[in-house]
């Protein structure tokens, strides 16, 4: 698939928007600086996000709605983020350093991504022009428990985004978004290689 896929954005390399390179490019360094724990994870993330959910909701059809809502999403957890990263205690260290879920907060998010993905397939599927209903919304819930875990600084969010990730390369190339399911090829390949770093991190400390 990945040979199919560097022809398909070779064969139609002119055709890939302005727009998509940016947002891809904003987004891999994005990921790049969640790796290094470097808070500029969230205001390069904010860049890509915002022009990816404009790619999604005006410039495919049928627009991949949960996608588009996700990267809304991605927006706002960004600020949020970009705060409690910056955020430290009376005595200077920071308010979250990297750490493991606790039992309770990964049952609850592994949860609440059950839930979400159910409801969103529901809308999805009967209230919009989706054709792809159950990659859509799987993609989108399981980012969006990661972007939550990332704000927290919680190692799992990199195996949300292992899940997401693998789902989503299909679905971007199924919708024609060559580049962009390469980008998540490359997002899968980091999101590893973020877990094996963060885990260590927190091993060592």
Known sequence: ???????????????????????????????????????????????????????????????????????????????????TWLLKKSDQTLAFPITWCSTKERLIGLMLAFISWMILYGWLKYNTDSNTPVADALVTSFSILGMWWMAKRKIENWLAYLISNAVAIPLNYYKDLSLFSLMYIVFFIMAWRGFVLWRKEVSVS
């Open 1 to 83: 698939m990945l040979l199919t896929l560097m022809q398909q954005i070779e064969e139609n390399f002119e055709a890939i928007s302005t727009l998509e390179w940016i947002s891809t490019a904003a987004q891999i360094l994005s990921v790049w600086y969640a790796l290094k724990n470097n808070v500029l994870v969230f205001p390069t993330g904010i860049i890509g996000v915002s022009l990816a959910a404009y790619i999604y909701f005006f410039q495919i059809s049928p627009p991949l709605y949960a996608e588009g809502l996700l990267h809304i999403y991605y927006f706002a957890m960004s600020i949020f983020g970009w705060y």
